[in-house]
């Protein structure tokens, strides 16, 4: 039976191994497949957060997560196996997610 997992959701994800310039360790991430894929797929495509920020940046988005500042590295993207989430720990706002889907749209978009 696979995880449920919600669009939107930031959930602890352990991101090792990695290579080159990746984003590492564990640290959270925010779940940008759609739900329907969510339900039926072992995998999710998220995006990692990091707190080390850089606001002029244009592939990151400076958001608040469990009340902490942090950057959304949309240049980071990639796809996980559900194997590597650990518990919730907040969702996306509204005008967060409307910006987050511009984003991925403009960079991976036509």
């Not at 990695?18 to 969510?38: H, L």
Request: aromatic residues 4%; hydrophobic residues 35%; proline residues 4%.
């Amino acid at each position: 039976m696979s995880r449920e997992v919600e669009r939107y959701g930031v959930y602890l994800a352990d991101l090792d191994p990695t290579r080159g310039r990746e984003i590492a360790k564990t640290r959270p991430v925010v779940v940008v497949s759609q739900d329907e894929m969510n339900r039926h797929l072992d995998t999710v495509v998220a995006c990692p957060l990091t707190t080390k920020r850089h606001p002029r940046w244009r592939s990151r988005i400076q958001i608040v997560c469990a009340g902490r500042k942090a950057e959304i590295a949309v240049d980071q993207i990639r796809t996980l196996s559900k194997e590597r989430l650990g518990r919730r720990l907040d969702e996306l706002e509204a005008a967060a997610a409307a910006q987050l889907r511009r984003l991925i749209t403009e960079m991976y978009g036509e």
